[in-house]
């Protein structure tokens, strides 16, 4: 039986904080552990009580039973470097990294005998980021995919599964290929399909005078944070260029279907899409 009884959290953004929030809030470790690069993050978290030791100082993670990293997905394998002297026996590391790929393989060259990383990935979140935007019912009813190695043992990912289920969301186990394939077309692609709008909008005179609320919906997670999500794109390349390769087949078929007056054709393309969506709600 592993116990899960200290929990250190690298990066307090909004998932970060989030978590830090919702583990406090719901009494699912006897000790929160909150490190960040920004003291005045620190010492914010510090004073809503949703930690109960902060530092700047990656080595405070020493003698965590769980360790979330929650930074840019370029920066997970470095951290995770630095991390590694200062791991117990039997400690589990995780992330909330957008791709998994990249990151389960090279987390192994890192750590030590006995301890474990199961990559992770709330599907959750916002379009705004940083602590400030953090909520403990951000992960409520929420897809949480976590990515185990084949020989992760089940002790270690049902440990981390009551963590996750404590804090509200819906275990998802899947490889770290499935992952990152299936997350670049439901997150990934429709990140890049409304950046490209809005920067087509921008081009077109007399666009901004007649925006509705339906642009405004479609297009809200432009506001994301760039870096981020050139990281993403960076780390989940191969995925991405066959996804817009598929993504542009169709469009190519739709653009045959108005060109040949294919009312039909054009009703059915519809109609599907509102079948399959109607459908996840």
Known sequence: MVRIENISII????????????????????????????????????????????????????????????????????????????????????????????????????????????????????????????????????????????????VVIEALKDIIEGIGAKVVIMSPEQHDYVVGLVSHIPQIMASAIVNFTKEVEGCDRVIGKGYLDFTRIVSSNPRMWKDILLSNKGNILELLARLRNRLETLEELIETGDEQGIKEFFCKARSYREGLQ
């Open 11 to 154: 990066g307090l953004g909004i998932i970060g904080g989030s978590l830090a929030k919702a583990i406090t809030k719901r009494g699912l470790s006897k000790k929160v552990t909150g490190i960040d690069i920004d003291e005045k993050i620190v010492k914010k978290a510090l004073e809503e009580k949703v930690i109960d030791r902060g530092s700047i100082n990656l080595e405070t993670v020493k003698g965590s039973d769980l360790i979330f990293i929650c930074t840019y997905v370029m920066n997970i394998p470095k951290i995770l470097q630095e991390i590694s002297p200062y791991l117990k026996q039997n400690s589990i590391v995780t992330d909330v990294g957008s791709t998994k790929e990249m990151v389960m393989a090279r987390a192994r060259d890192f750590l030590p005998k006995g301890a474990y990383f199961v990559g992770g990935h709330p599907m959750a979140g916002s379009e705004q980021s940083g602590f400030l935007f953090s909520r403990q019912d951000m992960f409520d009813k929420m897809p949480y995919i976590i990515t185990p190695y084949n020989d992760t043992p089940k």
